[in-house]
């Protein structure tokens, strides 16, 4: 067990990415989220080029979470589209990955 999930998505206001942060942790869906400073993205959307400020959430969970932590976020994500992205990693802490597991236990 010393693999755990980082999920990230990026959202308009600070208020939501706290939101969608405290939902995550408090539901069991992620045992932390961070929520990240202001970032400019630039990314193509109808037929034209938009930048705009974002801020960034990132959720730490455990492989077997993943899914329903996806299905919570693209349910209360404010974007039509959003930038949902999964990766798996090892953790270098074998005791970090059991407190991931343990705390997105129901």
């Not at 539901?27 to 930048?51: F, M, N, P």
């Not at 404010?78 to 005791?95: F, M």
């Amino acid at each position: 067990m010393d693999q755990i999930s980082v999920v990230t998505t990026v959202v308009d206001a600070r208020s939501v990415a706290d939101v969608l942060a405290a939902a995550a942790v408090a539901g069991r869906l992620a045992a932390c989220a961070q929520v990240g400073g202001q970032v400019d993205s630039t990314y193509w959307w109808r037929s034209a080029v938009e930048t705009s400020h974002e801020w960034s959430v990132q959720f730490k969970t455990a492989p077997d979470r993943v899914a329903a932590l996806v299905d919570q976020i693209r349910a209360s994500h404010p974007y039509e589209v959003p930038e949902i992205l999964v990766t798996r990693v090892e953790s270098g802490d074998p005791a970090y990955a059991t407190w991931v597991y343990e705390h997105t236990r129901p």
